[in-house]
């Protein structure tokens, strides 16, 4: 199967982030969106980033230009999909609009098209079976921003074919970017599920512990080897997101996520994290800034209940041969940014020991904290 022409639907920032990244990779891409004004203000965007790699010198003027002349926005769908051989959906994380979405790009969609969706926790199967082509779907993760992440996540629905998961693979590879495959359509797949239950843990840590959320989030970034706190790296992302995704892996698994009512009551509140100006930490300007972290505050807490979760999950992924130790290792360091492997941070800690307070955890707070077979058979 060969990909020549790239359609994309949906100009926010994942689309207009992977429009860009596919012309810069020689496809001719369409950009598809439902209105001309968003067309216009990603193409305006896609012109700025551009513009600041040659500027940087990355690309000449010329290439520039060249690239930025293989991207097209239609509005109408029909002819968006004409010749299309990948069709990446990337409209909101609903599920309503994206089946919504499907529903209309099947009938207008040649045979020949293969469906990949980047969605970053909502099932691969259930998606592609309202379909006619549930062999010829699949999910295609890039992280935010496509333009600077080099992580993707390619995950196989129950149906997709052998053939297109090697495509989708080579794919990525061709825009210089690092695929990681999730074989299973698993809640929250690699990285979201060890990052989203992390955030709900943390905020579990502080009421148990009366830690603060500075000395949380020291240790995560010096004892864990992240690159900013958990709490800091939620509102970054926004609470928005998190809360979504935690429903949305939630009610599909139960022993992913032990929900912390307070990511709920931050959303609620409209307390989304650096985007609004108030999360978990306060924030004065527009501009990103950092949580003050020191290396003192990280040895106020021990963040071996933490590393349980992240392990635990990760355990779960393997359990369940939805990935392996190596695949998980290159997901959380280059889509969370890990400095150092966390199995070799659990080794460190002593995989017993781990197991340990998962079982403490299971008899203090419930079932969720059971640790898994797999975590059980390398602590031995």
Known sequence: MTIK??????????????AQVSAMAGYDVVLRDIEKQFLDKAMEKIKWSLDKLVSKQKISEQEGQK??????????LAEALKGCDLMI??????????????????KVAESKTVFASNTSTLPITEIANTTTRPERFIGIHFFNPPQLMKLVEVIPGQKTSKDLVDTTMNFVKSVSKEPVLCKKDVAGFIVNRIFIPLVHEAAWAMDRTGATKEEIDSAVKFT????????????FTGMDVIHKATIEMHSRD?????????IEKLFNEKK?????????????????ERINLTEDLAKKFNPI??????????????SNQASDVAEIEKALNLGMGLKKPIFETAKEFGIPKIVSELNTLAQKHGSFYQPDPYLISISK
């Open 5 to 18: 022409k790239i359609t994309v639907l949906g100009s926010g920032i994942m689309g207009h982030g992977i």
């Open 67 to 76: 690239i930025f002349s293989r991207i097209t926005p239609i509005v109408d």
């Open 89 to 106: 959906e990337a409209v909101p994380e609903i599920m309503d609009l994206k089946k919504k979405v499907y529903a209309e790009v099947d």
């Open 224 to 235: 864990l080897s992240f690159p900013m706190g958990i709490f800091e790296l939620a509102d």
């Open 254 to 262: 139960k022993k992913v996520i032990n929900p912390h009512p307070m």
């Open 272 to 288: 989304l994290g650096q985007k609004s100006g108030s999360g978990f930490y306060e924030y004065s300007g527009e501009k990103y």
């Open 305 to 318: 209940q933490l590393l349980a979760n992240i392990l635990n999950n990760a355990a779960w992924l393997v």
